[in-house]
């Protein structure tokens, strides 16, 4: 029997693997996590809103039912076209078709030692360690002394304003001035300082212009400071530099940039500056009929526009399903498939805050309550499993209610020393 | 106004703030997490059924509407009773009257070394971390190759058969006979082997002998091989000695044990081995008057019976309660307690599995259905947060009908070598 493997247990992997269900050949997925992440709620688990198992669930139990079907938890670093093996980080696994679908992770833009400083927002553990970085903030200014100090804890820079720069920076200021105020006592949570930076002339700028600056007012209105045609210089652990312009602040989260998996350089093909793979419009690989890359990692221009496919949720859906049945009809013998992949636009859609929100559909735009609700809606319907979806309806409906947010751990760090010894050690 | 500062944010601390609520003092809690934590139920997210939030909330937010008490996310490391200071690992707070509630964790009877090896269960990282080896154990043994291996792959051994361990067993064996067969493909997870280890004649020591053998009953009907009369001699990464018997196991997890913090040392007084402080019976430190005890750090001895109070949650309560009291008394000039600290004992109640527990409650002692029932009711009850009640409701619910865990998300290493590469590295 045939073997096929994916690389990648995301959007594109498994609509793939969907697509590859009935097929006669075995089919094995290779992810390093155990669990499929819903990606576009990472930034609720950052800000406290859900759970990890509310936005994530195991790959091998969504794959669970199709007996051809198997997983493996493992790290594929390489592949090597002509054995015809993806490498691993602990073996090989040989194959007859290849589905390359491992995405992209947020770029530094050079500036890898920027990283520790500010965490971007990819995995569940980065969003555990967001969480964990924007509230012991608040820990920390609410035992500060000193004014200047306090002043920078309390200050929060998230940079880049795309959807999950902008769902990021809303979200951080609905908590602060509005969850958090009657917890602290020595601080007013308020008068926190939350700062959007975007090196474009406008934020969302997949969105039409009316929309972005629908977007920045509804966040202004939040509080958050948004700063355009603005550009992060340094990074450090006690602030960045835009432009000229020092910030004190202690913590810095990155929503900006993109960078292909490494992996995606070994498949022999041409990459652009960011390591995506320019793929034939079928998604095949130049000279490699038998590799497909399928979602974030594909570089294929949309022939209506013109543009890049975008690299967002529907797009990966679409070509991982479009990957998975050209497979299909290679492994039957009906040859590549006659028709180009073609994205089919369904919308774009995104959130500021509390009933807050811009989009797009078929030409029409619009904002506020029937963007959210319309969001809300669409995200529920895509969530993993009944379950996910109840769990987080739930936990919307009470957030709306009562302004509360249901998930704020501090965890992963067992040891607390929030205030420098330096200066006013005593506390009476 | 006189400060009044509690370590811990346990059930005894928070107990105690409560009662001070309406006290003229400043009330401190100090603890070294933001995050108070529902013991009885660790269990639940080591085994993938609940997530961390839901059995976990702020410590802020639950005291938040007193607006005398405040939170300070601090590690205390000991008192200094001369200076009436808690000495923090980065400062020091002063006190006029001081409530230490900082509890107990597990003990590997002088063998520290086993602990990398055997995690325990006290805290929400302790339970992430053994979810996160329970499940990679199941993932370990799909990909190994070798029969022996991979038996002791699939084999658990779970050390102490108190409620923690005889718990962790039965969900464990729920897991691998009930939701995981389905998902792979290599292995048979009805093979794995549960060991429950018990240095005692039988388990459940808290309860009557006919109670243990039905526990020890309804365990082994899962599945669970119990050994009685038993004791680890030693532990490594690849198993443990039980006697002269070694067993060679992958996953090991510690429920045994009781190791008091060491800041009780520091208060002046006697402690017994396991380092509980010995108070008197108004749960005041000898000699201290301006010092409580409270939880399962205080040793006292209950007057019916003649025995220490146990290490129990509704103990831990009442303590925390009587010792606010008796704070509120001293603050208002009443003077020390005049009637002494005396447990009433509601009745203990362990769960095995679904459906299946054991209960005894004011001389009567059942098992089975209403047992089982009466455990999730009253834990559901102690829950804190109406949310957090609602939402564990449903996923109880939940796994009851469809025998699926929802959290089964392994977390904490990006990087996963699972197969060793000396033999057998290539898979076709």
Redesign the interface.
């Known amino acids: 029997m045939k073997r096929v493997v994916i690389i990648g247990g995301g959007f594109a992997g498994l609509y793939a693997a969907r697509s590859l269900g009935r097929a006669g050949a075995r089919v094995t997925i290779i992810d ?4 499929h992440v819903f990606q576009p709620l990472l930034y609720q688990v950052a800000t406290a809103s859900l ?4 936005i ?3 790959i ?2 969504i794959v ?2 199709r ?1 051809n079907t ?6 594929a670093v390489s592949v090597d076209p002509h054995a015809r093996e993806v490498v ?7 194959y007859d078709y290849l589905i390359v679908a491992c995405g992209v992770t947020h770029s530094y833009f050079g500036n890898d030692q920027w990283a520790p400083f500010a965490p971007g927002l990819k ?3 980065d969003a ?1 360690e967001v969480r964990r970085r924007f ?2 903030a608040f ?1 920390a200014a ?2 500060e002394t000193n004014a200047q100090s306090r002043r920078a804890k309390l200050t929060f820079v998230v940079v880049g304003g795309g959807p999950t720069g902008v769902e990021l920076a809303g979200a951080m200021a609905e908590i602060a001035h509005r969850s958090l105020p ?5 601080i007013d949570t308020t008068t926190a300082r939350i700062i959007l930076v975007e090196g474009e002339a406008r934020i969302l700028t997949a969105f039409p212009e009316t929309l972005s600056d629908r977007a920045r007012h509804d966040l202004e209105r939040l509080g958050v400071e948004v700063r355009l045609n603005a550009r992060v210089t340094s990074v450090d652990a006690n602030g960045v530099m835009i432009g000229a312009d020092r910030i004190d602040a202690a913590c810095v989260l990155w929503a900006a940039g993109v960078a292909a998996e490494p992996l995606g350089r070994s498949l022999g093909a041409e990459c652009d500056r960011a390591g995506r793979v320019k793929v034939n419009a079928d998604l095949s690989v130049p000279g490699r009929p038998e590799i497909f890359v399928a979602g974030d990692l594909a570089l294929v221009v949309d022939r209506r526009t013109g543009q890049p496919v975008p690299g967002v949720a529907p797009a990966a859906m679409q070509m991982g399903r479009y990957a998975g049945n050209a497979v299909r009809g290679l492994l039957s013998g009906r040859g590549m498939p006659g028709k180009p992949f073609r994205y089919l636009d369904k919308g774009i859609v995104a959130t500021i805050g509390r009933a807050r929100a811009v989009a797009c559909m078929r030409g029409l735009c619009f904002a506020g309550i029937p963007a959210w609700l319309l969001w809300a809606g669409i995200h529920i319907f895509f969530l993993i ?1 009944f ?2 979806r ?2 987080v309806m ?2 919307w409906a ?1 957030e709306w209610i009562v302004f ?1 947010r ?7 760090n ?8 330096g200066h006013d ?4």
Request: aromatic fraction near 2%.
């Open positions: 390093r996590r155990n669990h759970s990890p198992a509310d994530a669930a195991p091998r139990h669970g039912r007996s198997d997983v493996l938890l493992a790290e691993l980080r602990d073996g090989r696994v040989g995995s569940i553990e555990t509230l012991l820990e609410e035992r009657a917890d602290f006592r020595a499993g379950r996910n109840l769990l739930i936990q009470w509360q249901g998930a704020r751990l501090i965890t992963g067992s040891r607390v020393v929030l205030h420098d010894p050690s005593r506390q009476s």
